[in-house]
């Protein structure tokens, strides 16, 4: 059977800990998890054919990945993988400029290619020479898909996802390589699991971070708040917003709206107040290892993603500030932060 697009994906599910040999007992292979736009690629069956990036947008946002696929992959092939784009001026991967690619307009698209390159990163061989895989076992598509770059001398544009089958090498790689920009995680999948379109068989561990601040808004009301809007003061004694939390669970409801009031009149914030908890914050600072298939650098750099962290799905209103505060790290710190 050869595939035609669409091509449904293999899902994860979320985990709070790494599946260790004794869950799969055939072994587990633990691939790093990046940031991007999940996307399939498919190359043309044959002459006269074209290349298909099917993904959150369509693919005339992505010319310079159609054209390498075009002169440097083989025909009838099929990838899975994470389209990446990497800043050159920021000399970083960037989701903001893989938003910013996404949204262009086609004929913006060649000048963006330059300032912004795409990569593809590889994880998945579905197809290979028009041959259908997805019954292979893991193990056997990951080694056709290291052969795959190994034979062609495949660089960048495209990269082969870091693997390991070593438990201690992926909680390594979990604490440390989770600082690089655009590394989020792992993905853990069985070494004999085949490849199900639509099935959540893969598991997804991100690394969590834990720190102090300063619950200075919510949506939702104070008996039944969504989420929490974060805080911290600034050298001036300013609350300044750094973040958001996800929508809280029922359990998280009930006990967060213990301590919410309404606020005070001279709030910092419109609609806005504090609390102080421990919350799980976005950002922390990183470093970057170059682009995909490159040499590796040590820039430091911001690890929460602007524009995103206050995002809110309602109106915000206000509860009280709680006296104290002083084992919040001011604005701008990371006092306090460790990995969960």
């Given at each position: 059977?050869?595939?035609?697009?669409?091509?449904?994906?293999?899902?994860?599910?979320?985990?709070?800990?790494?599946?260790?040999?004794?869950?799969?007992?055939?072994?587990?292979?633990?691939?790093?998890?990046?940031?991007?736009?999940?996307?399939?690629l498919?190359?043309?069956?044959?002459?006269?054919?074209?290349?298909?990036?099917?993904?959150?947008?369509?693919?005339?946002?992505?010319?310079?990945?159609?054209?390498?696929?075009?002169?440097?992959?083989?025909?009838?092939?099929?990838?899975?993988?994470?389209?990446?784009?990497?800043?050159?001026?920021?000399?970083?991967?960037?989701?903001?400029?893989l938003?910013?690619?996404?949204?262009?307009?086609?004929?913006?698209?060649p000048?963006?290619?330059?300032?912004?390159?795409?990569f593809?990163?590889a994880?998945?061989?579905?197809?290979?020479?028009?041959?259908?895989?997805?019954?292979?076992?893991?193990?056997?598509r990951?080694?056709?898909?290291?052969?795959?770059?190994?034979?062609?001398?495949?660089?960048?544009?495209?990269?082969?996802?870091?693997?390991?089958?070593?438990?201690?090498?992926?909680?390594?790689?979990?604490?440390?390589?989770?600082?690089?920009?655009?590394?989020?995680?792992?993905?853990?999948?069985?070494?004999?699991t085949?490849?199900?379109?639509?099935?959540?068989g893969?598991?997804?561990?991100?690394?969590?971070?834990?720190?102090?601040?300063?619950?200075?808004?919510?949506?939702?009301?104070l008996?039944?708040?969504?989420?929490?809007?974060?805080?911290?003061?600034d050298?001036?004694?300013?609350?300044r917003?750094?973040?958001?939390?996800v929508?809280?669970?029922?359990?998280?409801?009930?006990?967060?709206?213990?301590?919410?009031?309404?606020a005070?009149?001279?709030?910092?914030?419109?609609g806005?107040?504090?609390?102080?908890?421990?919350?799980?914050?976005?950002?922390r600072?990183?470093?970057?290892?170059?682009?995909?298939?490159?040499?590796?650098?040590?820039q430091?750099?911001?690890g929460?993603?602007?524009?995103?962290g206050?995002?809110?799905?309602?109106?915000?209103?206000?509860?009280?500030?709680?006296?104290?505060?002083?084992?919040?790290?001011?604005?701008?710190?990371?006092?306090?932060?460790?990995?969960?």
């Amino acid at each position: 059977m050869v595939l035609r697009p669409p091509v449904e994906p293999m899902l994860t599910q979320t985990a709070e800990a790494l599946p260790g040999p004794a869950v799969l007992r055939a072994g587990v292979a633990y691939e790093q998890k990046l940031d991007g736009h999940r996307t399939i690629l498919l190359t043309a069956a044959g002459p006269g054919g074209r290349v298909l990036l099917q993904s959150q947008r369509g693919q005339d946002r992505w010319p310079d990945l159609v054209a390498a696929a075009d002169t440097q992959l083989p025909a009838g092939l099929v990838l899975d993988g994470e389209l990446l784009v990497w800043d050159v001026e920021a000399g970083r991967l960037s989701f903001e400029a893989l938003q910013r690619r996404a949204a262009a307009r086609a004929r913006g698209a060649p000048a963006l290619a330059a300032s912004l390159p795409a990569f593809f990163v590889a994880f998945d061989v579905l197809q290979l020479d028009g041959q259908e895989l997805l019954a292979r076992p893991y193990a056997e598509r990951r080694a056709l898909l290291e052969n795959l770059f190994a034979e062609h001398g495949l660089t960048a544009p495209w990269t082969l996802v870091p693997m390991t089958t070593d438990l201690a090498k992926a909680r390594e790689w979990l604490q440390t390589w989770t600082d690089v920009s655009g590394v989020e995680g792992l993905v853990c999948k069985g070494m004999t699991t085949r490849y199900l379109p639509g099935y959540g068989g893969w598991t997804k561990i991100k690394r969590r971070d834990t720190s102090e601040a300063i619950i200075g808004a919510i949506t939702g009301t104070l008996t039944r708040p969504q989420l929490l809007v974060l805080g911290r003061h600034d050298e001036h004694g300013r609350l300044r917003a750094v973040g958001r939390t996800v929508a809280l669970r029922p359990d998280q409801v009930r006990q967060v709206a213990e301590y919410l009031t309404a606020a005070r009149p001279g709030h910092p914030w419109t609609g806005g107040g504090a609390v102080r908890g421990r919350v799980g914050l976005p950002g922390r600072p990183g470093r970057d290892p170059g682009p995909p298939g490159a040499g590796g650098g040590d820039q430091r750099r911001p690890g929460h993603r602007p524009g995103r962290g206050l995002s809110a799905s309602g109106p915000v209103h206000a509860a009280a500030p709680a006296p104290g505060g002083g084992d919040v790290p001011a604005f701008g710190q990371v006092r306090g932060a460790a990995p969960s």
